[in-house]
C-alpha cells in the first residue's frame, strides 16, 4: 500500500530536524538540506494527487490498526485541494525567502518545515484529535513567526494572538471531549455515523464551538482583532504565508468539521448556513471597510483578507452545492492573489523603510516591475473581469443568485467597489512623483538576483490569477467532487469503514 | 468555465468600430506632439495606458458575450483613471480620477450584478436584450449606461475629470468613454423611458454648459447633451432608431475630438483656457479658427455638416411630438453657446503684445483630416455603407435646422456678450464634497476605532466580545436547534 | 452523582481560568490563567473517563472493570500541549519586559497607543 | 481607566462568564456515557495485542501514536520558538547559589534521585508513567544542579549545545522508529506488526518498541525544559 499520504507529513518533518541540527554544521551542508527538504514536500504531494485523482481518495491507517482502533489518514478531492495550496505556497514560500535574503533568520526554515508538516496533517487527518494536534502545532509555529522580528510591535500581537489562540484550542477541546463522550470514537466517519446519539443542547454548543474556535483563525468578524496586527508584526513573506495557506487550513478544518463530522449537509442546518450567510456579510463589510480606512499596507491587506473570508463564508452560508465548491474555488485563488500582493508590497516596504500607505509616493517609479505584479493581482483580488478572482466570485454570486439570495449579492457587488477604491488609492500615489527622494534615507537598494528571484515567484501566482478563467472545465469539476463529496458523507464513510471492525 | 468570446459587429455598429480605431490613432498621434514627456518613465507609463484606454473601447465593441462586455467596460474604466492621473502635474488631478474610477466602478458594479441576475433569467450569457425591462436585471443596467454615459444626477464625473486631464489626452478620453455606454445601451436595453431621460441629459447640459466659462468644461457639458441625442435614437424602438443613435455617435466623435484638438491647440500656444482672458487668437492661429468653425457647425447642425446629417435621421426617427420639439431647442441653445466660444476665444479684439505662433505642423494635419471627414459626411451622407435611404436636403428639413440656429444668433447679438461672458460663481464642486466626507470618515472611524476602542481597552475586551459571540451563537443554536 | 459534580468542578475551574485571563493586568499573570484553563480541560477529561467502581487502566488479572484509558491519553497530550504554549507564553513575556520595562498591560498599551 | 471603570468592567466579566458557564452546564451535564465503545476494546484486547500492562501507555505509544510523534513536534516547535525568541543574549556564567546547607544535602542524595525518573521511563509500559513523565522529572533533575551550584558550574557539564543536539537527534530517532514500520510495509509507527519483539506481557523487555519510545521521549523531554530553562536565563541583548 503507498505511504504517501503519511510521507506527506513526516518528510517535512524529518527536514525541519535535520535543518535545526544542521545549524551546527557548515553553511553550505545546511543550505543544501533545505534545498533537498522543500523540493521533496511538493514532489510528494504531486504523487499523491496524481494517485488520489486517478484512483479516487486514498485511505491510511497508521501504526496498522483498523478504523476506529488507531488513527486514520483519508485523502479526497477536498484535501487534494488544499494539499496544492499548501504545497505551491510553501515551494514559492522558500524560493522567495532564498532570494530576498530574509532566509537569514536563524530557523525561519525550521519553522516553514514544521509549518508544512502540521497543515499537510491537518490536511489528511482522518481522526479529530490528530486534526487538534496538527493545528496547535500551527499555532505555536505561528506564534514564533510573528514574534520572530522581537520589536516592539510584534512582540505585543504575538501575545495577544497567542491568548486567542489559546481560547480557540480550549473551545476546541471542549468540543472533541463532548463529542468522544457522546459517540466513543475519535474517528470522524465513526462519529458522523453516532452524531445522533448526542443530545439536542450539546450538539449545537458543539456546533459552535467549532465554528467560533476556527473562526477565530480564519478572521470571523468579531473574532478578528487580532489579524491585522499579527500581520503587520511579521514580516511579508509571513504575512503572505499566512493569509495564503494558514487560514486555508482554518477553512478546510472548518469545512471537514462541520460538513463531514457534524453532518451540516442534514436536516437541521438551515440555520447554521443562514447564520454563516449572515457572518459572511459582516465580514464583508467589516474587512473592505476595515481596509479602507486603514493607512498600514500590511494591515490594509490583513483587513481585505477578512473580507475574502466573508465571501468564501458567504459561499459557504448559500447551502447549494454549487456555493460550496465557489467558496472552495475562492479559497483556492485567494491563495494566489493575496501571496502575491503581500511579496510584492514587500519591496515597496523595504523601498520605503515603512509600511505607512502615504510614503508610497512613486513606487511605480522605482519599482515598476513589481509595481505591475502588485496592480495584476489587485485587480485579480477585486475581481475584475478575465482575472480568478472575478471567476470564483461570479460563481458565488450565481449560487447565492440560485438560491434568490439578493442582499449578500449587494454585499458582494459594494465590497468589490469598496475594495476597487482603497486599492486604487495606492495606484494614485504609485504612479505620481515621489517628492521626497531628499530626506536621505534610500529605501533597501536590492541586489538584482533578489529582485530576479522574487521576481520569478510573482510572475507565476499573477500567471495563474490571469489565466484562471481559461483552464479546462475538468479543473473545476474538481471543486465540484469536493463539494458533492462533503455534502453527502455517506460514501467518505463506507471508505473509512471499510477495513473497520463491525 | 466563464471564456470571455468575441465577433465582428455588424452593420452601423462596424462603422463605430472603425472610427474607434481611426480616431484612436489619430488622438495618439495629437497626445504624442502635445505633451511633453515622450519617453520617459512617466511617458511610458501614460502611452500604455492610452493604448489600454483604446483597447478597453475596442474590447467593449467586439464582445460577443457579456463577460468581455464587462472586460471592456473594467479597462475604460482603469486606464482613463491612470490618464488622468499619469498626465497631470497640478494638484486636483489625483482627486478627479479618484472620482473618474469610483464612479465607473459603481458602474461596472452594477453592470456584474444586473448580468448575473440577466444569466440567471435567461441561462445564457449572450448580449440579448433584458426582455421585461422591468425586473431588477434592467434596473442595475440601466443604472450602469446611466452612470457612465453622465446622465444628468450622475455626470459630476465626466465635468470634472476630462478638464482635470491634461488638454493633450482631452481627445482621446472623449471618444471612448461615453460612447461604450450607448452601445451597451443598444445591445441589452430597450427601455421606454431611455428616450426621456436623453432628452432630459440633452436639455439639462446644454443650460448648463452656457453658464461654464472654462473652455474645456464647456466641452463636457456638450458630450452630456450630445450623449443625450444618441440615447433618444438608441432608446426610440425600432431599426431606425437604433441606427439614427449609432450614426449621431459615429459623428459626434469626429466634431468633438475636432473641438477639443481646437482648443488643445489653444492651450498648448497661449496656456490659457478661461473664455474670459482668451480673444483675438483669430489673427495669429488662422487654421485653427477655421477647424474650430467646421467642427462648432457641425456641432450645432448647420446643413451641409456631419451634424445636420444624424440629427436629421434622429427627428425623422422621433417623429414630431415632445422629443422633436426637445431637440430643436436643444440644437438651438448649442448654436448659441459655440457662437459664444468662437466670438471669446478667436473674434473678439484683444491687444497682444507677444506674437502667438499658429499650432504645430502634426496636430494642424490631425485636425484637417477630421474637418474634412465632418464635411464630407455632411454633404455625402449616401456615401456611408449601412445607413437607411433618406432624403436629407428637402426645404422642410433644412428649414428646421436653420430656425434654431437664426434664433441662436440673433440673441447672441442682443445680449450675448454681456450675459454669457461674466464671471459666475464655480457652481456645485462633487468631489470637493467626496474628499471633505472621506477625510471626515476616516477621522471619525480612526477616532472610533483606533483610539477608543483600542488604546484605551486592551485585548482583553476584545477575548470579552469574543466570548459574547460564542455565547450568544450557543444560546441561539440551542433554542433553535 | 460524582460525574455531573466533576463536569461542574471542571466548568468553574475553566470560569476562574477565564476570570484571570480577562481581568489580570500583569501578563504574568494572564499566563497563569491560561495554564487554568487548560488544565479546567484535563479535569473535564477525566471526569469523562470515570466509569462506576473503575480503576486506573493498568492491567492486572483481579481488576474487571477500568476507567476508559482513552480521555487519559488525550489529558496528557493536552497537557503537553499547554506546557508548550505556556513555555511560549512566557518566552514572549519575558520578551515583552525587555522591551516595555513593565508587565502591566495599561501601562504597556498606553506608551503603544 | 478610572476605578469606576474598572469596577464595571470586572461586573461584565462576571455576568459573561456565567452566561460562558451556563451554557457549558446545558452541553456537558445531561452527557450520559454512550454504549459501545472503542476503549471497551481496549481493555478486553489491549493487553493481549500490544503486550503492554499500561493500557494508557498502549494507547498513546502504539494505538495512537501519531498523536504522540504530533505531540512531541510540539515540545520542539516550542523550544526552538523560545530559542528564536530569546537568542542575542549571551548566558551568563553567574555564581549565584543557594544555601551551604540545600548544596551538601543535594551533593549527597542527587544519585538517588535519578532512580525515579529512570524507573518511571522503563517501566512506561508496565505501571503508570512513560517517555512525558520520566522526561520532566529527569529535566528537574537537570535544572536543580544549575539553580544549586549556579550555571558556572552546571554549564560546562550540560552545554546548550549538548541539549540542542540530544533533542534534535531523539527527535529523528522517534521518526525513524515509525519509518521501520514503513520499511517493513505494515504502515508508518507500526509495532507488533513490523517485527519489533512482543515479549510477554509483564517483563521489562516487552511490548514492542513501547520502552524504546519511551526512553526517546523522556529525552527530547527532557533536553527540551532544560533548554527552555537556559534560554529563559539569557540576559537581553
Not at chain 1, 469539476?477 to 469503514?497: D, K, Q, T
Not at chain 2, 466670438?343 to 504645430?360: C, D, H, K, T
Request: aromatic share 12%; charged share 10%.
Amino acid at each position: 500500500m503507498s505511504h504517501l499520504p503519511v510521507l506527506v507529513i513526516v518528510i517535512p518533518l524529518i527536514f525541519a530536524f535535520l535543518s535545526s541540527l544542521a545549524g551546527f554544521w557548515p553553511s553550505a551542508v545546511r543550505r543544501g538540506i533545505v534545498g533537498v527538504g522543500f523540493l521533496l514536500h511538493p514532489l510528494c504531494v504531486v504523487l499523491l494527487v496524481s494517485r488520489m485523482l486517478i484512483r479516487g481518495p486514498l485511505l491510511y491507517e497508521v501504526g496498522g490498526w483498523a478504523a476506529p482502533l488507531g488513527i486514520m489518514l483519508l485523502v479526497d478531492e477536498l484535501s487534494v485541494i488544499f494539499l496544492c495550496i499548501l504545497a505551491l505556497g510553501m515551494f514559492f514560500a522558500f524560493l522567495y525567502s532564498f532570494s530576498t535574503g530574509t532566509a537569514r533568520q536563524e530557523k525561519l526554515h525550521v519553522f516553514f518545515f514544521l509549518l508544512t508538516a502540521s497543515i499537510s496533517g491537518q490536511m489528511v487527518a482522518g481522526d479529530i484529535f490528530n486534526l487538534f494536534v496538527f493545528l496547535e502545532l500551527t499555532t505555536v509555529v505561528s506564534i514564533a513567526l510573528v514574534a520572530l522580528k522581537k520589536k516592539r510591535r510584534p512582540v505585543i500581537s504575538a501575545f495577544v494572538y497567542m491568548v486567542y489562540a489559546a481560547i480557540s484550542s480550549t473551545l476546541l477541546l471542549i468540543a472533541i471531549a463532548l463529542l468522544y463522550n457522546a459517540t466513543g470514537t475519535l474517528t470522524m466517519a465513526h462519529i458522523a455515523q453516532r452524531i445522533s446519539y448526542m443530545p439536542p443542547a450539546s450538539y449545537a454548543v458543539v456546533l459552535v464551538s467549532v465554528v467560533i474556535s476556527l473562526g477565530i483563525k480564519i478572521g470571523l468578524v468579531p473574532l478578528h482583532f487580532w489579524q491585522a496586527d499579527a500581520y503587520d508584526g511579521a514580516g511579508s513573506t509571513v504575512a503572505g504565508i499566512f493569509s495564503g495557506v494558514v487560514m486555508k487550513a482554518g477553512v478546510y478544518a472548518l469545512l471537514r468539521l462541520i460538513f463531514t463530522v457534524l453532518g451540516a449537509g442534514g436536516a437541521h442546518s438551515r440555520l447554521l448556513f443562514g447564520f454563516l450567510l449572515m457572518a459572511g456579510c459582516i465580514n464583508i463589510a467589516a474587512g473592505h471597510i476595515g481596509a479602507l480606512f486603514q493607512l498600514n499596507l500590511k494591515k490594509m491587506l490583513a483587513f481585505s483578507s477578512i473580507a475574502h473570508a466573508g465571501y468564501i463564508f458567504v459561499g459557504i452560508g448559500s447551502g447549494t452545492a454549487a456555493g460550496l465548491a465557489a467558496a472552495v474555488f475562492h479559497a483556492f485563488n485567494h491563495f494566489f492573489l493575496k501571496t502575491a500582493l503581500f511579496w510584492s508590497g514587500r519591496f515597496f516596504i523595504a523601498g520605503k523603510r515603512s509600511s505607512f500607505i502615504p510614503r508610497m509616493r512613486g513606487i511605480a517609479v522605482s519599482f515598476p516591475a513589481m509595481f505591475i505584479m502588485f496592480f495584476l493581482s489587485a485587480l485579480a483580488i477585486v475581481g475584475i473581469p478575465p482575472t480568478a478572482g472575478f471567476a470564483s466570485k461570479w460563481l458565488i454570486a450565481l449560487a447565492l443568485q440560485e438560491r434568490g439570495l439578493l442582499l449578500p449579492l449587494v454585499f458582494i457587488a459594494a465590497g468589490t467597489v469598496v475594495s476597487l477604491w482603497y486599492y486604487a488609492r495606492i495606484f494614485v500615489l504609485a504612479v505620481q512623483h515621489p517628492h521626497e527622494t531628499g530626506n536621505g534615507i534610500q529605501g533597501a537598494r536590492m541586489t538584482k538576483r533578489q529582485a530576479a528571484g522574487a521576481l520569478l515567484v510573482l510572475m507565476v501566482l499573477c500567471l495563474y490569477s490571469l489565466s484562471a478563467a481559461f483552464f479546462p472545465q475538468d479543473f473545476y469539476s474538481v471543486f465540484e467532487a469536493a463539494a458533492f463529496r462533503l455534502r453527502e458523507p455517506a460514501e467518505y464513510m463506507e471508505i473509512l469503514l471499510a477495513g473497520a471492525l463491525q | 468555465m466563464i471564456r470571455p468570446s468575441f465577433a465582428l459587429p455588424q452593420g452601423l455598429e462596424g462603422i463605430l468600430l472603425a472610427v474607434f480605431i481611426v480616431m484612436g490613432v489619430l488622438s495618439l498621434v495629437y497626445a504624442f506632439s502635445a505633451y511633453g514627456y515622450g519617453f520617459s518613465r512617466r511617458g511610458l507609463l501614460l502611452n500604455t495606458a492610452l493604448l489600454v484606454h483604446i483597447l478597453g473601447g475596442i474590447t467593449a465593441l467586439l464582445a460577443a458575450d457579456c463577460i468581455s462586455l464587462l472586460v471592456g467596460w473594467e479597462l475604460l474604466a482603469f486606464s482613463g483613471f491612470f490618464i488622468i492621473v499619469g498626465s497631470t502635474e497640478i494638484r486636483p488631478g489625483p482627486r478627479f480620477a479618484y472620482e473618474y474610477i469610483a464612479f465607473q466602478i459603481i458602474a461596472a458594479a452594477s453592470l456584474f450584478t444586473g448580468i448575473v441576475i440577466h444569466y440567471s433569467a435567461t441561462q445564457s450569457l449572450a448580449l440579448t436584450v433584458v426582455s421585461p425591462a422591468s425586473t431588477p436585471a434592467g434596473v442595475f443596467i440601466l443604472f450602469a449606461v446611466a452612470l457612465k454615459t453622465a446622465a444628468m444626477p450622475l455626470h459630476f464625473w465626466l465635468v470634472d475629470s476630462y478638464p482635470a486631464a491634461h488638454f493633450s489626452v482631452s481627445p482621446l478620453l472623449s471618444v471612448y468613454g461615453t460612447k461604450v455606454g450607448v452601445y451597451t445601451a443598444a445591445r441589452l436595453l430597450s427601455v421606454p423611458v431611455l428616450p426621456y431621460l436623453g432628452a432630459f441629459m440633452a436639455l439639462t447640459g446644454v443650460l448648463w454648459a452656457l453658464r461654464q466659462h472654462s473652455a474645456r468644461k464647456l466641452l463636457s457639458y456638450h458630450i452630456i447633451s450630445q450623449v443625450g441625442y444618441m440615447l433618444i435614437g438608441v432608446g426610440l424602438a425600432g431599426e431606425a432608431g437604433i441606427n439614427a443613435g449609432i450614426f449621431h455617435a459615429v459623428n459626434h466623435i469626429i466634431y468633438k475630438a475636432l473641438l477639443f484638438m481646437v482648443i488643445g491647440a489653444v492651450i498648448y500656444r497661449t496656456g490659457e483656457e478661461d473664455l474670459r482672458r482668451l480673444g483675438g487668437l483669430g489673427r495669429y492661429m488662422p487654421l485653427t479658427f477655421l477647424f474650430g468653425v467646421i467642427a462648432s457647425a457641425s456641432i450645432a447642425g448647420l446643413p451641409f455638416f456631419s451634424g445636420y446629417t444624424s440629427k436629421a435621421l434622429l427627428k425623422s426617427a422621433s417623429g414630431p411630438g415632445v422629443l422633436y420639439w426637445i431637440m430643436t431647442i436643444v440644437s438651438a441653445g448649442t448654436g448659441l453657446s459655440f457662437i459664444k466660444l468662437i466670438y471669446a476665444v478667436f473674434l473678439r479684439p484683444r491687444p497682444r503684445n507677444e506674437r502667438i505662433a499658429e499650432a504645430p505642423a502634426p496636430m494642424l494635419a490631425v485636425m484637417a483630416g477630421l474637418a474634412l471627414c465632418s464635411v464630407l459626411t455632411g454633404v455625402f451622407p449616401s456615401r456611408i455603407p449601412f445607413l437607411p435611404e433618406y432624403r436629407y436636403y428637402t426645404a422642410d428639413r433644412m428649414l428646421s435646422a436653420v430656425l434654431p440656429l437664426a434664433a441662436a444668433s440673433l440673441m447672441w447679438l442682443f445680449f450675448g456678450r454681456k450675459l454669457l461672458l461674466r464671471d459666475h460663481s464655480p457652481g456645485f464642486q462633487f468631489s470637493g464634497l467626496l474628499s471633505r466626507l472621506q477625510g471626515k470618515g476616516r477621522l471619525l472611524l480612526k477616532s472610533l476605532v483606533r483610539e477608543t476602542l483600542y488604546s484605551v481597552t486592551s485585548f482583553q475586551v476584545y477575548i470579552l466580545v469574543a466570548l459574547t459571540a460564542w455565547a450568544a451563537t450557543a444560546v441561539l443554536f440551542i433554542l433553535r436547534m | 452523582m460524582i460525574r455531573e459534580m466533576s463536569f461542574v468542578a471542571a466548568i468553574s475551574v475553566f470560569c476562574i481560568g477565564l476570570y484571570c485571563v480577562l481581568t489580570d493586568r500583569n501578563l504574568i499573570k494572564i499566563c497563569v490563567g491560561l495554564s487554568i484553563m487548560e488544565s479546567s480541560i484535563v479535569l473535564l477529561l477525566v471526569a469523562i473517563a470515570y466509569r462506576e467502581g473503575g480503576l486506573a487502566p493498568v492491567f492486572s488479572a483481579e481488576i474487571e472493570t477500568y476507567v476508559d484509558p482513552v480521555p487519559h491519553a488525550l489529558a496528557l497530550t493536552a497537557i503537553v500541549i499547554g506546557a508548550g504554549v505556556t513555555a511560549v507564553a512566557l518566552g514572549l513575556s519575558v520578551l515583552i519586559y525587555r522591551h516595555f520595562g513593565t508587565l502591566n498591560i495599561d501601562k504597556i498599551w498606553r506608551s503603544l497607543g | 481607566m478610572s476605578r469606576k471603570g474598572k469596577r464595571r468592567q470586572r461586573w461584565i466579566v462576571l455576568g459573561v462568564l456565567i452566561c460562558c458557564a451556563l451554557v457549558l452546564g446545558t452541553a456537558i451535564l445531561p452527557m450520559s456515557v454512550s454504549a459501545e465503545r472503542v476503549s471497551d476494546h481496549y481493555i478486553r484486547y489491549g493487553v493481549s495485542e500490544t503486550a503492554a500492562l499500561n493500557l494508557v501507555s498502549a494507547v498513546l505509544l502504539d494505538y495512537r501514536s501519531f498523536d504522540t510523534l504530533g505531540e512531541a513536534t510540539v515540545i520542539f516547535a516550542a523550544v526552538s520558538a523560545v530559542s528564536v525568541l530569546m537568542s542575542g543574549g549571551g548566558l551568563s556564567r553567574n555564581r549565584r547559589t543557594l544555601s551551604n546547607l540545600a548544596r551538601c544535602a543535594v551533593a549527597n542524595i542527587y544519585p538517588v534521585l535519578w532512580l525515579f525518573p529512570l524507573y518511571v521511563i522503563l517501566h512506561g509500559h508496565l505501571s503508570p508513567g512513560g517517555g512525558f513523565h520520566g522526561g520532566v522529572t529527569m529535566g528537574v533533575l537537570l535544572i536543580m544542579i544549575s539553580v544549586l551550584y549556579g550555571t558556572a558550574f552546571s554549564l560546562p557539564k550540560l552545554s546548550l549545545t549538548a541539549l540542542s543536539y540530544t533533542e534534535y537527534s531523539s527527535a529523528l530517532a522517534f521518526i525513524l522508529v515509525g519509518l521501520a514500520g514503513v520499511v517493513h510495509g505494515s504502515g508508518f509507527l507500526s509495532n507488533i506488526g513490523a517485527g519489533f519483539f512482543k515479549g510477554s506481557p509483564g517483563d521489562l523487555v516487552s511490548a514492542g518498541f513501547l520502552p524504546l519510545l519511551n526512553v526517546i521521549i523522556g529525552f527530547k523531554v527532557a533536553a527540551g525544559l532544560v533548554s527552555i530553562y537556559y534560554q529563559l536565563l539569557r540576559s537581553g541583548d
